[in-house]
């Protein structure tokens, strides 16, 4: 969804950063062979992504919602040299194709796939993050939030994708809808949780920037 007119959109795609070839070849392989293309991050939202994680500088980096693999390698570009991203996807059909654009990348040893439910995998991870990308199934947003905030470095951040939901967030809740009344709870958790400070950004279907205080 977008919040400024089409021409005004079209307008700061124009004047932002180019989207590498890769990823180029990245979304026209997903368009042409995988479900629901409309989930890749995309070229704009991709260099807002890559732009943040080479302004935070992140030695360690989670994922939750890998998809194609588009937003994880805009995410890998601000990675230090000797970083680590950690992606997490629930859809194991989509492994090969990530990892297939994955090591055709300047990061591919330095992205460790994990291919399940995300509440199990997180515990087991080993490490603490500066870097937290939220972009899986909604419903489940408030529990990936319980899940990785005591992972969290010190000043560490998370951004969370969708979270304006088309505007259905300002909407009459809609019986049944659980991923809007799930994201409703998640933006009142992330206002008041006083571990973190949050600015939401009307951005594509709206970002959250959560910084650990």
Sequence with gaps: ????????????????????????????????????????????????????????????????????????????????????????????ELHDFQRKYFDASEFGAQIHQHTGNALDIIPTLETTFDLVFIDADKPNYPQYFHAIIEKMNPNGIILSDNVLWSGKVIEPLQKNDVSTEALLEYNSLLKEDTRIETVVLPIRDGLTISRVI
């Design 1 to 92: 969804m977008h919040f400024i007119p089409e021409a005004l959109d079209e307008y700061v795609v124009k004047h932002s950063a180019d989207e590498p070839e890769l990823l180029k070849a990245l979304t026209r392989e997903t368009y042409q062979k995988i479900l629901q293309p409309r989930m890749l991050s995309g070229h704009y939202q991709g260099r807002l992504l890559s732009m943040l994680s080479k302004l935070i500088r992140p030695k360690t980096i989670l994922e939750i919602g890998t998809y194609t693999g588009y937003s994880a390698l805009c995410l890998a570009e601000g990675m230090q040299k000797d970083g680590v991203l950690h992606t997490i996807d629930i859809n194991e």
